[in-house]
């Protein structure tokens, strides 16, 4: 599989779907083609495949790209000689635009691994609610009152997951520079600290920093995000100025797991990456 071209959409634009390409509404009208001819409705087929009938609506329609064990039950429910299998393919190759940080959000709240390495700012999921304010404050172009509200709430919301998913193992690797830049001022930026090592205490959250003495290490081409579903399949996002790209490659994936593999390495261990924070935490 190819990884899919950069998105032009704003990876904050909160739309529930990918938008639909003709590679996904084809697979979706074969899908319900044997599920027709297999005499289900969308909520009789869909324990059958382990997915809710809402997911399955998705699918047919062109929404949602079909994950890879959902062909594979497909195929042994369906009885599809293949032909579901060998339209996965030439979904998997479609270069599609979409708002792919809403699709991301979902699978972070199911994942049981989450690896994110940020070397632009403190990732979404450790920010507290001033560092955040800040950030979109200085939004260019300007967002209205309401809009910075809508987008700190829903930022906010994504932390609950550190509580509500004790058995998912999060890995945060971040640029020393990123933390010693004092977004917001002092006050803000030491909260911000105090957080980070609140946060990332419980022994299912680990955090990393690279120093910044590390000249060169396996990350300098940008931010790298990995989670893992239940059914062990892996998806990463990469994001850009305008655009976020969402992988579904093998090959890809497999890529960045070798560069964050690096990054761990490379980075400081969590014990003296939790000193350096308190160190940094007290200079301010």
Known sequence: MIPMADSTLSIEHHTNEPEP??????????????????????????????????????????????????????????DAFGALRAAYKHVSREKRLASWFRQWAELEEQAISLYTYENRLVPGLLQTEGHALTLFRERVPTLTDSEVEAKITARMQRQSLF?????????????????????????????QIEHILEITEPR????????????????????????????????????????????????????????YAKLRSQALPPRDSRSLLERMRGAL
Request: hydrophobic share 40%; aromatic share 10%.
């Open 163 to 191: 509580e509500e998913r004790p058995h998912t193992a999060f890995s945060f690797i971040i640029e020393e520079h990123v933390l010693r830049r004092e977004t917001g001022g002092a006050e803000v930026m030491r909260g």
């Open 204 to 259: 299912h959250v680990e955090l990393q920093v690279m120093p910044m003495e590390r000249g060169v290490h396996a990350g300098v081409a940008g931010p790298i995000q990995l989670l893992e579903t239940p059914e062990n399949e892996w998806f990463a996002y990469c994001e850009a100025q305008l655009s976020g790209q969402f992988i579904v490659s093998p090959k890809s994936i497999s890529v960045l797991h070798m560069r």
């Open 21 to 78: 390409s003709d590679t996904l509404k084809s697979f979706g009208a074969v899908h319900k083609a044997f599920r027709k001819r297999a005499g289900y409705t969308q909520e009789e087929y869909a324990p059958l495949v382990q997915y809710q009938p809402g997911t399955v609506a998705s699918i047919e329609q062109g929404r949602r790209f079909p994950p890879r064990v959902f062909v594979e039950r497909a195929e042994q429910v369906l």
